[in-house]
């Protein structure tokens, strides 16, 4: 089962009998729990980023999206919070850009375009493929946001995002709670 709204815990009164209708509502109640929102998104194809802008990453694979937040197709950057689970998700994101050894490397997740305060991580150039790494940090989404997130590079041009077995772009996004 996807696609479970977060319930509201069903408050018992003495007179109450245990029914059908409180079953589902309980069950469901544990399967939200066991299987909430979460997503898993990286890069398969390479990205040019240019000099001194922020640029949302595109993640062109999904292993895991289990309520459908994002498209592999449009809006590439995003995971859209679903109707009936905004809360407190968790989110994670890394900018991997190809080896060059000018300038800095930066990261950041946004919600709706917006950076999140804390969320930037900056290194220095070191030459080689490196990942550059955001905070972990608990954000509140309301149906219909969206979390991406951003890479920035002042190499002194045009600077593509590395394609390893272990080191791409990516974005992972755990709902938390409500």
């Known amino acids: 089962m996807t696609g479970l709204p977060v319930t509201t815990p069903y408050s018992w009164n003495v007179a109450d009998s245990f029914t ?10 544990l399967t939200f729990l066991q299987k909430p929102p979460s997503f898993v998104g990286y890069q398969g194809t390479t990205q040019s980023l ?10 062109d694979q999904a292993p895991m999206d289990s309520y459908g937040g994002h498209s592999t197709t449009t809006n590439t950057s995003r995971y859209t919070c679903q109707s009936g689970v905004g809360g407190w ?8 850009p190809n080896g060059n050894s000018t300038g800095f ?7 709706n375009g917006v950076a999140v305060i804390g969320s930037a991580a900056y290194l220095p150039a070191q030459g080689a493929e490196l990942g550059v790494v ?6 509140f989404l309301n149906p219909g946001d969206y979390v991406e997130v951003s890479g920035w590079q002042s190499s002194g041009g045009s600077l593509g995002t590395a ?6 772009a ?5 709902y938390s709670h409500a």
């Not at 059908?20 to 109640?29: C, L, M, P, V, Y």
């Not at 394609?163 to 791409?168: M, N, P």
């Not at 990516?170 to 755990?174: E, K, P, Q, T």
């Open 50 to 59: 240019g000099n001194q802008s922020w640029t949302p990453l595109g993640l």
């Open 105 to 111: 490397r930066a990261v950041k997740i946004q919600v």
């Open 134 to 139: 955001t905070p972990t940090k608990d954000v």
């Open 89 to 96: 998700y968790t989110v994670c994101g890394v900018y991997a």
């Open 170 to 174: 990516g974005l992972w996004v755990r």
């Open 163 to 168: 394609l390893d077995a272990d080191l791409r």
């Open 20 to 29: 059908a209708s409180i079953g589902n509502t309980i069950r469901d109640q």
